[in-house]
């Protein structure tokens, strides 16, 4: 099967889990991976936002990064998050960075500096030259400040064969549209936003990088299936059943939600490095009661 069939579906932008020390946890890590494994997930993306990979040092992002590969045992494709609002620091670690047990790189937006859509252009360009994995792009203008706009992802489709896909995570269906509509044909359009990723399949997309499918795993990727099959009411109503649970995982920013839904299922415990923190106590609950009910009522 080629990789663009492999990365059809639902992968999930995993955490990196901490002990209480705030060390990285490779007891964990096993748990995690077999967990999502075990119920139906097609991919996992490493060192992502949600893999809290601003607060982690090169070696440890190393150490990590070999532990996920070794928990997963060639069972699915590893995508790994690779980005910088550097781009001359980015050209350096991809020359530095042992690949060895990943399918593809997942690289976002350069944050914090605002660039022009040509200065994004000019930037993926010199990446897709120097890239030996494929690329996903990765569009979250929430937390970039900056959102890349279909003509520049269509050209640099167009003109970089190992540029497969895009995460687009504006949660703007239009946009969402307009990159199905007009990429080369075996180009992946990824849903990274949750709340209308089912939606986005339903227009024609090629699945999600879920956050919520890091905590149900086979809940999600079923309502994902439905949408493939263009099952639009058994869609709406299981989304219905999760769509508490969704809106508490993000109400106090991610990953410190799904940190908290991992330690009720005893994946991990919940732990976060600074500037983030555990949810407060009466979300940790709401949290822990959606899986509950989810589990029961779905």
Do not use: W
């Not at 937390?143 to 279909?150: E, H, I, Q, V």
């Not at 920013?253 to 991992?262: C, H, W």
């Amino acid at each position: 099967m080629s990789l663009i069939k492999k990365l059809k579906g639902t992968g999930v932008a995993v955490v990196t889990p901490f002990k209480n020390d705030l060390s990285i946890d490779f007891d964990a890590i096993n748990n995690i991976v077999d967990f999502l494994i075990n119920n139906g997930i097609k991919y996992i993306v490493v060192q992502g936002t949600t893999g809290e990979s601003s607060t982690m040092s090169d070696d440890e992002k190393m150490i990590s990064r070999q532990a996920f590969v070794k928990a997963n045992n060639n069972r699915i494709p590893l995508v790994l998050g690779f980005g910088s609002n550097d781009t001359n620091y980015l050209l350096k670690n991809l020359k530095k960075t042992d690949f060895t047990g990943y399918s593809a790189i997942l690289s976002v937006t350069p944050y914090y500096n605002k660039p022009t859509m040509n200065g994004l252009f000019n930037h993926f360009s010199l990446l897709a030259k120097s890239s030996i994995l494929p690329i996903i792009l990765y569009n979250v203008p929430s937390r970039t400040g900056c959102n890349m706009l279909p003509d520049i992802t269509i050209k640099l489709a167009n003109e970089f064969k190992n540029i497969i896909g895009i995460k687009e995570a504006s949660g703007d269906l239009d946009q969402v549209k307009e990159l199905i509509t007009n990429s080369p044909d075996d180009f992946l359009v990824i849903s990274g936003d949750d709340d209308t990723a089912y939606q986005s399949v339903l227009m024609g997309g090629d699945g999600v990088i879920s956050v919520v499918a890091g905590c149900i795993p086979k809940e999600f990727s079923q309502i994902i299936s439905m949408s493939f099959e263009k099952n639009v009411s058994e869609c709406k109503s299981k989304f219905k059943i999760i769509k508490p649970l969704l809106d508490f995982l993000f109400e106090e920013g991610n990953p410190s939600g799904i940190k908290a839904a991992l330690s009720f299922l005893n994946l991990c415990q919940n732990n976060l490095r600074l500037p983030l923190i555990p949810v407060s106590n009466q979300l940790k609950t709401n949290i822990q009661n959606s899986i509950s009910k989810i589990k029961k009522d779905y």
